[in-house]
């Protein structure tokens, strides 16, 4: 147990198999309501775990809020689990939404891979590791309303907007205190994932980069992150975050530059990875989605400044760079 602020407990929750490692769960006691954010897989050892947190902190179950910060399912596994014994759960309504439409979700993950030119790889959905760890049954589920506040004794948290990451992210501001909850949007040592997610979801890689500015404004004492070590400069790691990304751009536009039109698959295999494999045909199917997914993400980022553009033949995209 470690007390990371007052009456605010950090518990670190096993991912097993999980290159993440853990997930630091938040546990806010208060007098006659508490808090938790973010939940875990949903898996039998994750579930016991988080009833000895119960027992551990004498928290009712009817008493605790369950924050959810973004619909994975390293976040959200056990939601239904505790909202069967009554925890009252909190999420965006654009995150529940997708969580609560599993089909549809993974219908437009497979397109998507299609419009990316996965169909090469032999993409197969059951592969995605999101897939085995999803919740059980539909979510029932109160709204997490930007702007709205939630309060646990003396706290006030503020519901934020941090999208990118998820099209329906959100975190918990807490001014007076200068506390943040940002969920997976700035973490230490890794590059949080950005995604294409469709094109209604559009830049996700621009709002992001907004949202980190956001952050960037906000007077920080203690930014509590679901993964790794807590961030303790907020303002240095979102600075390191930006050059990462800037730095990616300038790869993908090098990768366009080959070529007259390359479909998302082409400049995925130029850019550079951190992955033990020696090269993109030898990835992991699910590292290839991930992959794909992100480069995707700043292909479509060019394309919103007027740097980039598509053109669609069957159903793979091809980008091309406008000078
Ligand atoms: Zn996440």
Redesign the pocket.
């Given at each position: 147990m470690q007390e990371v602020y007052k009456n605010i407990f950090m518990e670190a929750l096993p991912l097993p198999n999980n290159p993440l490692k853990n997930l630091n769960l938040f546990i806010i006691k208060g007098e006659s309501r508490s808090m938790i954010v973010d939940c875990g897989f949903n898996l039998e050892e994750t579930k016991q775990r988080m009833l000895d947190v119960f027992e551990k902190y004498a928290l009712d179950f009817d008493k605790t809020i369950l924050y959810l910060?973004?619909?994975?399912s390293?976040?959200v596994g056990l939601a239904t689990f505790l909202r069967e014994r009554g925890v009252e759960v909190y999420i965006s309504q654009v995150d529940g939404k997708i969580l609560n439409n599993p089909d549809a979700t993974w219908a437009a993950t497979y397109t998507n891979a299609m419009l990316q030119g996965l169909s090469e790889d032999n993409f197969k959905i059951e592969e995605h590791p999101g897939y085995q760890y999803a919740i059980e049954g539909k979510l029932d589920f109160r709204e997490a309303i930007v702007g709205e506040r939630l309060s646990i004794d003396d706290y006030e948290f503020e519901i934020l907007d941090l999208a990118g990451?998820?099209p329906g992210?959100t975190g918990l501001y807490e001014r007076k205190h200068k506390l943040l909850f940002c969920?997976?949007h700035i973490l230490q040592r890794i590059t949080?994932?950005i995604t294409f997610w469709g094109f209604q979801y559009g830049d996700s890689l621009g709002t992001y980069l907004k949202n980190l500015d956001k952050v960037y404004d906000l007077d920080v004492k203690h930014l509590f992150s679901?993964?790794r070590e807590l961030v303790k400069d907020h303002r240095e790691r979102i600075d390191e975050l930006k050059d990462h990304h800037e730095k990616r751009l300038e790869e993908v536009k090098k990768a366009l530059a080959l070529k007259k039109y390359s479909s998302v698959r082409d400049v995925t295999k130029q850019m550079h990875w951190d992955i033990k494999s020696r090269n993109f045909d030898e990835f992991p199917q699910s590292q290839k989605s991930f992959a794909t997914g992100e480069a995707h993400a700043h292909l479509e980022y060019l394309r919103h400044r007027g740097q980039a553009d598509y053109i669609q033949k069957d159903e793979k995209l091809y980008y091309f760079l406008l000078v």
């Open positions: 910060t973004h619909l994975h390293d976040h990451h998820t992210m969920g997976d949080p994932n679901s993964h």
